[in-house]
């Protein structure tokens, strides 16, 4: 590496964040503490005053989760579910990426695919899967089409938008130092698009869980679409709260994983 390109390095090198003090993080946490512990307690005396079908007592619904995680109901359908929305976030994101990069990068590819990634962003997403049930069955290749539909295109658009507003002062500093369009690309486009990149990845995570109920219970009724299917009924909101809660859950999870694993990558020196 020449001097030239350590110092592009050093100056696109990300500080490492202060950490805020425990009193800080106190007080940054109390309002979310505060509101949580609110809809609990409001939850739990409606439930149990009101006598409403479609509100049972949040204890009751905890309960249902504490046993389907006991009895396996839940880890059995999770297990067929995260095959299929680990494939096709994975590929989401990779195709994602891939496209908005080129999108950001190239005024040709934009002007090509820019109209169809608006619409599709635009259009409600459940429509085509009947389209892919068509041409592909019922079957394993669907659940996995209709989560990418789902996760992609907020991928796409992010990054495009993260790759086209990096500051052009940046692009000509690293141009001055001798950086190659490789170099400049890794080292200045990625790192400053990558909060942008970020939050497209976010939001293809959570709609993707969305994309894999709307799948599994439109398409072929297994996993964990198939428990949301099975006591979506008046007779058991008691357990469908649970599953919407624990896919809740597994969203953020997904979410936060997706975050860690996105920070680590873009530290790989290229």
């Not at 309002?31 to 409606?46: G, K, M, Q």
Request: charged share 15%; proline share 6%.
């Amino acid at each position: 590496m020449t001097g030239r390109q350590e110092a592009i390095g050093s100056q696109m090198a990300p500080r490492r964040p202060v950490r805020p003090s425990p009193g800080a993080r106190l007080a940054e946490n109390l309002p979310l503490a505060i509101s949580a512990l609110a809809i609990v307690v409001t939850w739990e005396v409606v439930g149990r005053t009101a006598d409403l079908t479609v509100l049972p007592p949040l204890s009751e619904i905890f309960a249902a989760l504490w046993q389907f995680l006991v009895d396996g109901t839940i880890i059995e359908s999770l297990g067929v579910s995260l095959v299929t929305l680990l494939l096709g976030m994975a590929l989401s994101i990779f195709f994602g990426i891939a496209i908005g990069a080129l999108m950001g990068r190239y005024r040709t590819v934009e002007y090509a695919l820019d109209v169809y990634v608006n619409a599709a962003m635009a259009a409600p997403m459940v429509a085509f899967v009947p389209v892919f049930i068509l041409v592909f069955g019922i079957g394993y290749p669907t659940r996995v089409l209709t989560v990418i539909i789902f996760a992609i295109f907020p991928i796409i658009v992010d990054t495009f938008a993260g790759i086209r507003n990096v500051d052009p002062s940046l692009v000509e500093m690293g141009r001055s130092f001798g950086a190659s369009e490789r170099q400049l690309f890794w080292r200045i486009r990625v790192p400053a698009a990558f909060p942008l990149l970020l939050a497209g990845i976010r939001l293809g995570t959570a709609r993707g869980v969305k994309g894999l109920i709307n799948g599994e219970v439109l398409v072929a009724v297994v996993g964990l679409g198939a428990l949301v299917d099975r006591f979506g009924t008046p007779f058991s909101m008691e357990r469908l709260y649970a599953l919407i809660f624990f896919l809740v859950a597994l969203a953020l999870l997904l979410v936060r994983l997706v975050e860690w694993l996105s920070r680590r990558a873009v530290r790989v020196p290229v």
